[in-house]
């Protein structure tokens, strides 16, 4: 059973030699505990019924015709508490775009290290966006057009987006900003209304997608 300050993760991914790297990545780190493996969508769904992970680990890509993104969608519908981290081995935009959509907090690449990938799941669990170097670098390219999202966005709320993008709570950024936390989500609220989203992480994923702020 796990410690009452753990964050409790699962992993989902057909193949064992992958889970099993994972498996002895978290294995010495103290403040998560592994609760399950899954190798497909319908085992991941009931295990997230009887183990209540915190953070999910989800692979991109799956036997048959099963997905990460298919996968994380069903999740974030069903347990919407319940955070999903993709891991793939590719990092092409629409994918990406497609987990964000999904619900996904994070899309990470297969091979991080241990330290980074126990400081995504905390991130995660805490309700950051966690995305890799190199998915920052494809949301950030420059696609042939441009559109007038975030166009209509004030400096206030592009000031605000920056440090949503950052992965600060709304806590962190009026302490920033020093105004109030009040302030804050009102500023968050209008930001999400004119970009046509529903949260953190496809704000800043959309953000970096069309450059919209600069990098704090």
Do not use: W
Request: contains cysteine.
């Amino acid at each position: 059973m796990s410690e009452p300050n753990t964050i409790r993760v699962l992993t989902v991914d057909d193949h064992e030699l992958l889970r099993r790297g994972i498996r002895f990545s978290l294995l010495p780190v103290a403040d998560l505990d592994l609760v399950g493996e899954a190798q497909d969508i319908e085992e991941v769904l009931q295990m997230c019924a009887e183990l209540e992970p915190n953070v999910v680990l989800m692979d991109m890509r799956m036997g048959g015709d099963q997905d990460g993104i298919q996968a994380t969608k069903l999740i974030r519908d069903q347990f919407p508490q319940i955070q999903v981290i993709i891991l793939s081995s590719f990092y092409d935009k629409q994918l990406v775009q497609g987990a964000m959509q999904a619900g996904a907090i994070g899309y990470l690449i297969k091979g991080v290290s241990g330290d980074d990938l126990a400081d995504a799941i905390r991130g995660a669990h805490a309700g950051r966006p966690v995305l890799a170097a190199e998915t920052l670098s494809a949301l950030a390219a420059p696609t042939p057009q441009q559109s007038n999202v975030g166009q209509d966005l004030t400096a206030r709320e592009k000031e605000v987006l920056a440090f949503l993008v950052a992965g600060l709570s709304n806590g962190a950024i009026a302490q920033k900003m020093h105004v109030s936390v009040a302030a804050v989500k009102y500023h968050v609220s209008n930001i999400f209304s004119k970009l046509n989203v529903s949260n953190r992480t496809e704000a800043a994923t959309l953000a970096l997608e069309h450059n919209l702020v600069d990098k704090k």
